[in-house]
């Protein structure tokens, strides 16, 4: 069950975090994702968590929602991190949805909390902090990001620690990152979309997010490619639904196999890709690096 708001004021001992899962997604989109897949972007979001940090209590809430309760920054303190997931949501559209997604992450900036966020969920704080978002000019990326390479602020970054020089990741999307915010480190891209990761300093607040997917299996981009199989045909990146379902197929043997070398030979992808601790990288230098010294902190 959706959680819509509910600030705890303490924690059990035996609880090693409690985070907070914002969805991007509206009613309408969850009701949709769940259909194909069973479960919301933020019901996959905290499962993966769930599953790296064993005890970890997680809240959800949908900002995007008419009937949300705003969070303050108060609020938002209690928590020892903030996940947004990804959606269909379009950050430059003036929508109601969209404005109320913008100003809870401005309130996520302010009130210091880590964040993180995947796909929609790094458009949306570099919206919220100044920067620019556009539909991408010439095609979409679906299925896997490919040869993603570090900058030059991003080889001794963090939350890149561990990644090979170059790598590939889960993805699926139509939108990117035009411009940065002020405050914007540009850690990662590839050939096709130029802000594959990115650090943003905003309003005291510190944001880690990537474009592609570190919380998702190889079952659930075949989910979504299935779903986008006629906008994957019209963007030329195969000649019918066909070819889609062909690629969709070999992610869901390896999502069941992921040491499977004919598969891996097939996809063009590691095993770094197909494991799933290789593939939640980012997650778990994020939580070491910024939410657990926090954490002890306090």
């Not at 914002?22 to 972007?41: C, I, M, Y």
């Not at 030979?265 to 778990?284: K, M, S």
Request: net charge negative.
């Amino acid at each position: 069950m959706l959680v819509r708001w509910h600030a705890h004021s303490s924690e059990s001992p035996m609880t090693l975090y409690h985070f907070l899962v914002a969805e991007s997604e509206t009613p309408d989109e969850r009701a949709a994702r769940r259909a194909h897949t069973g479960r919301s972007s933020g019901e996959s979001y905290g499962a993966t968590l769930q599953q790296m940090y064993a005890g970890a209590r997680i809240t959800r809430i949908a900002p995007a929602d008419a009937d949300a309760e705003a969070p303050t920054p108060h609020q938002l303190a209690r928590y020892d991190a903030v996940f947004v997931t990804g959606s269909p949501l379009h950050v430059y559209d003036d929508t109601a949805e969209v404005r109320r997604q913008l100003a809870f992450m401005r309130a996520v900036f302010a009130s210091g909390t880590p964040a993180f966020g995947s796909c929609a969920g790094l458009q949306l704080a570099v919206a919220a902090a100044g920067g620019r978002v556009r539909r991408m000019p010439e095609r979409i990326e679906a299925g896997v990001a490919r040869r993603i390479v570090r900058t030059d602020a991003g080889r001794d970054h963090p939350l890149l620690a561990g990644r090979p020089p170059a790598w590939d990741a889960p993805a699926i999307h139509g939108d990117e990152v035009e411009t940065l915010p002020p405050g914007g480190v540009l850690l990662a891209g590839n050939a096709v979309t130029r802000v594959q990761a990115a650090e943003i300093r905003h309003d005291g607040g510190i944001f880690w997010g990537v474009q592609y997917h570190p919380e998702l299996a190889p079952g659930e981009i075949a989910v979504a490619l299935r779903r986008q199989a006629e906008d994957l045909v019209a963007a030329g990146l195969a000649d019918d639904e066909a070819g889609v379902e062909r690629q969709a197929a070999l992610l869901d043997r390896l999502h069941d196999a992921p040491d499977d070398r004919a598969v891996l030979w097939a996809l063009g992808l590691d095993r770094q890709f197909a494991r799933a601790d290789g593939r939640r990288t980012e997650l778990a230098n994020f939580v070491a690096t910024l939410v657990e010294p926090r954490r002890r902190a306090a």
